[in-house]
Antibody, heavy 118, light 110 residues
C-alpha cells in the first residue's frame, strides 16, 4: 500500500538550514508529481513546492522561492526539501504528498515539525 | 487564502451541513478541479472528495460534493460526532503555478 514517511524536522535557529526527507513505498516517486505542504501551528494548509514527474521541473511559492529546494532520489524512492535561510515564520508541520490526476493530493505523510526559533 | 470557505459550520447529530468553496478565474474558473480534504484533530489531512464529486474508496457516502460554476460544495448528511474536523478545499492556480487551499472550515457536532 502507498505510504509516505517524513523525517528531518526539529528545532533550528533563524538563518540556519534543515533538510527534510520523505520516504515513499508502494509506488515509484519518479512516476508522480510530488509536493510539500506546510501547516503553521493553528493555521491552515499552505503549499510550498512541487516537482514534476516528466522533466523534474520545480515550482515554489513566493514565500520560499530562492531559499528552499525540492528534489528527489529515484534510487532511494524519496523526496527531499532543502530549507536554507530559515525564518521564524517557516515554523510549521511539513507534509509531503503525492499528486495524482487532476492535481489531487491523494496520499499524505504524517508530517514532520520544523520549529525555527532563537 | 485564494479559495474562500466559511470558517465554521455546526449541526446536531443526524443533521446535514454544507461547506462552500469559491475560487477565481485563475483556478476554479480556469477549469481546474476542486478537491476536499478532512483533517481530524492531531492528524494529517486525508483526501475526502476528488474532482468535485468523487469519493475515494473507504469514504462513507454521507460525504458528497457538488459543483456550481466557479464554486464547489461539500455536504455531510447524517452528521456524526466523529465528523468533527477541519475541512479544506484545494485546487490548482495557473497564475501562482501551484496548489491553493481554502482557509479551512471547522465542523462542530453539537
Amino acid at each position: 500500500q502507498v505510504q509516505l514517511v517524513e523525517s528531518g524536522g526539529g528545532l533550528v535557529r533563524p538563518g540556519r538550514s534543515l533538510r527534510l526527507s520523505c520516504a515513499a513505498s508502494g509506488f515509484t516517486v519518479s512516476a508522480y508529481y510530488m509536493t510539500w505542504i506546510r501547516q503553521a501551528p493553528g493555521k491552515g494548509l499552505d503549499w510550498v513546492s512541487y516537482i514534476s514527474s516528466t522533466d523534474g521541473s520545480t515550482y515554489y511559492s513566493d514565500s520560499v522561492r530562492g531559499r528552499f529546494t525540492i528534489s528527489r532520489d529515484n534510487a532511494k524512492n524519496s523526496l527531499y526539501l532543502q530549507m536554507d535561510s530559515l525564518r521564524v515564520e517557516d515554523t510549521a508541520v511539513y507534509y509531503c504528498a503525492r499528486v495524482s490526476g487532476n492535481d489531487v493530493l491523494d496520499y499524505w505523510g504524517q508530517g514532520t515539525l520544523v520549529t525555527v526559533s532563537s | 487564502s485564494v479559495l474562500t470557505q466559511p470558517p465554521s459550520v455546526s449541526g446536531a447529530p443526524g443533521q446535514r451541513v454544507a461547506i462552500s468553496c469559491t475560487g477565481s478565474r485563475s483556478n476554479v474558473g480556469a477549469g481546474f478541479d476542486v478537491h476536499w480534504y478532512q483533517q481530524l484533530p492531531g492528524a494529517a489531512p486525508k483526501l475526502l472528495i476528488y474532482s468535485y464529486t468523487n469519493r475515494p474508496s473507504g469514504v462513507p457516502d454521507r460525504f458528497s460534493g457538488s459543483r456550481s460554476g466557479a464554486s464547489a460544495s461539500l455536504a455531510i448528511t447524517g452528521l456524526r460526532p466523529e465528523d468533527e474536523a477541519d475541512y479544506y478545499c484545494e485546487s490548482y492556480d495557473s497564475s501562482l503555478r501551484g496548489f491553493v487551499f481554502g482557509s479551512g472550515t471547522k465542523v462542530t457536532v453539537l
